[in-house]
């Protein structure tokens, strides 16, 4: 009898198993909720677990769309208490000495500025607008009589809230007047940033550091200096208030949409909630695909009552479902994450020696055959891995500033672009590790094989075997014979 021995040839198997190096990205999984069809928390957190660490929910996913998608400003007046202390400062600062009222203004305006939500509240009521420039004149005033160095900040300062406070300077003394003319002249000088302010439509009132833009256009654009500026629009309803931060010399597009404002749930778990079925048929693929833009996503994964959706940003269109209740569900999400891995053809097996009798020693060409297509496959991954770099750094070269690898994309335009280079990249990547996978597997076979091989002449059943596959996760080999 002849046994059948196989040789697993696990070094060589690690050598070419390695992962494709990609980029994670992160993975908002949201849900939906459209009038009786709401989503279980414990479906939404089940395929969070199964889309594995890049999934973003919850606290997590809430905290990114704060950041990216702004806040509302809070309701009521929060800053009334503080407004009426700032007044009373005001009034007291004629009978206080110079020390204790500034103090005093100083205090009672900065309890207007942190944390966010207090400024949000001040940029966008004329009230707390009105106190404020109000006592940021009254400091000035006493700073310009005691002569102090720490006037031209508090200028600078008020003219980062407004830069028409102050108007002509005649409420102000001569010292603060000419003051107030050189640290303009200054701030003219240095160079400003772009904003492009994009609305769903024309008429939406649009608001930067709570003054209002000229104009009615879809599409407007101001110059600012360069730090952080609140923007905010009203079409049929108020949007969040975002927080801009401006470069000198760059340009910030933002775009807001106050309608996925209030479909947009995020605080606590955040979710897409829609009045009704029909609104979210309308609207529900292209209101995932902006949060994902926005966050710098790929795809985003919507959970239902009964369906899991996977919506591609770029196309904004669901390229996949499954049913929620199933009890596959893990396995099925990260089936449709990571798609069906086809297998590479295996490799053509050698020639097979005689059954019967060996004609001549040595193992022939064949070991040198399968050297050669493997060194061919390791070759061909060595071009695709450096097509894959140019590919990236043809990505890179889209972010502001460019080259860097965390970055903003400051138009539609660049960010389509960078996103064609970026699944370039991918592309070269996959096919390089597979061209290893196949390479390594074909040269560490050759070889074995070339060593096993007998050297003499004689009667012989021996049939050797080499077939090898690949896939993106890495290659297999394996070498058999009876005798």
Partial sequence: MSPRVALPFALATALVAAPAAVTAQPIPVLAVDAGPHTASPSVVARVAAAVGPEARHDAALS????????????????????????????????????????????????????????????????????????????????????????????????????PAWGGDGSALPRQARERLTAVRAL??????????????????????????????????????????????????????????????????????????????????????????????????????????????????????????????????????????????????VHAALTGELTPVAPLPPPRLLDPVTVQRSGPGAGPWVLVGVGAAGLAAGGVLLALRAGAYDDALSHCTPPGTSTCTITSEAAATAANDDYDRARTFDTAAWVSFGVGGAAVVGGALWYALAPRSVRSSRYTPSVDGAATARGASLRLSWSF
Avoid at 297 to 310: E, G, I, N, Q, S
């Fill in 187 to 332: 701030r003219a000088a240095r160079p400003h940033g772009t904003l492009r302010v994009v609305t769903p439509r024309e008429g939406c009132t649009v608001t930067v550091d709570g003054a209002q833009l000229p104009g009615s256009a879809r599409e407007r654009t101001t110059e600012l200096t360069p730090g952080d500026h609140l923007v905010s629009a009203h079409c049929d309803r108020d949007a969040r208030v975002r927080t801009v931060t401006l470069a000198a010399g760059e340009t910030a597009v933002t775009t807001i949409d106050p309608r996925l404002d209030a479909t947009l749930v995020v605080e606590g778990a955040p979710a897409l909630r829609y009045d009704a079925v029909p609104d979210r048929d309308a609207h529900l693929d292209a209101d995932a695909a902006r949060v994902g833009e926005a966050l710098g996503a790929t795809r985003v994964v919507l959970v239902t009552d009964d369906v899991v959706r996977f919506v591609d940003v770029r196309s904004a269109t669901t390229r996949t479902t499954l049913d929620a209740r199933s009890n596959g569900l893990d396995a099925s």
């Fill in 63 to 162: 905290a990114a769309l704060t950041t990216r998608m702004g806040r509302y400003v809070p309701a009521g007046d929060p800053l009334a208490a503080r407004r009426e202390a700032l007044r009373a400062a005001v009034a007291s600062a004629n009978r206080s000495s110079f020390a204790a009222a500034s103090a005093a203004l100083d205090s009672a305006l900065r309890a207007f500025e942190d944390p966010p939500e207090r400024r949000d509240a001040l940029v966008t009521s004329e009230a707390n607008r009105a106190a404020y420039r109000e006592g940021l004149t009254t400091l000035a005033i006493l700073l310009a009589y005691a002569r102090s160095d720490g006037l031209d900040r508090l200028l600078e300062r008020a003219l980062d809230f407004d």
